[in-house]
């Protein structure tokens, strides 16, 4: 899926970008799974080359045109705060150099950063959450129905489950009948699409505000002493609920071990760590978020596992055509591994719905 760029494209590419390219050099970057990256080094600094993936962003002008917005207000009403915007080309003025290869995009990579693939302490967890939540707390007075949707249906849970049930009709028959305790749990989880649907029917208490969407430790970069500068990777930045950044922040952090992990009996919730991403959250959003907001955080958690499982499974059957598999039965492992986490999450609840409590109590 992550097609490589050519070392010739890549100097095509940038060639339309305003860098010195003397000496230029590149080399593949970072640990997503949907959009290939790449980190440029030339006399002036360093950059990240990133190819959208098409398949998946049908309309990559609408990330820049989201950008190009939030990039705008920022500016004006929060002149300070750290946000980094992609270069545009020397031709056109776009945020894109594209042609038939595809929509490529440059950005600054900011000195001294870093980004870290896993959670290891609360202080990270914290930092981390606390970006996220001054994103979305700057953005509170902007209206998020003027952003594009750059993936519809992004965290419709109802619809990844009519997907999930659609494809063990038309699926890979073969893997589906192997995988039945799995799709078992799933459908017993069925109340998680019918809480999920009260909260998107309820403006009042769940409003919409302008997300993330993909909050995972590695879309934060950190200094050099693990302190939060800004977040990034903006292409899923778009109206959407409290949720999804918050649930994909229990879904990332709580667990030592992340999706990929094969050995299940590593997967658990550390306590400590939900409670730096509530007050990390807190820090930035306690006077934005509704009491109801505050009160379902466990229950975005679930939200957020439960998609993903439902996600990695479904791309099982569909024989990976989304996620793609470095082995034999990957989606099957990363989606059975998230129903592991799940199960830890409904096992911690009380635990942690205890520690929600002190700290909306503690914010007041
Ligand atoms: C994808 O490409 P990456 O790693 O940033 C996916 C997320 C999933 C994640 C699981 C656009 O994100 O929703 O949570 O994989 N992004 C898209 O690792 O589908
Ligand atoms: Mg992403």
Redesign the pocket.
Known sequence: MNAIAQPDLVNTILADFPIPLENMKARPFG?????ATYLIDCSNGQYILQRI?QE??RHPEYIAENIRLINDYLQHTHPNYFFVSPLTTRRHQNMFWRQDLGYYRLTPFVPGSQSIDVVENAAEAFESSQQFGRFTARLARFDPHTLKIT?PD??NLRLRYNQFTNTLQHGNQERIHAAQEAIQFIESQQSIVREYEKICSNPQQYPVRVMH??T?I??VLLDKNKKGICVI?L??VMPGYFFSDVG?ML??YLSPV??EERDFNKIGIRIPIFEAIVKGYFSEMKNELTSAEKESFVFAGKI?IYM?AI??LTDHFNNDI??GAKYPGHNFI?GTNQIALLKKLNEAEPALQAILVQQINDSK
């Open positions: 640990s997503g799974l949907i959009n993936n998946v962003f993936l992004f965290h969407h993909d995972k590695s879309n990777d292409d899923t994909d879904r990332t992340s999706e957020l993903q996600r990695f989304y996620y990363r």
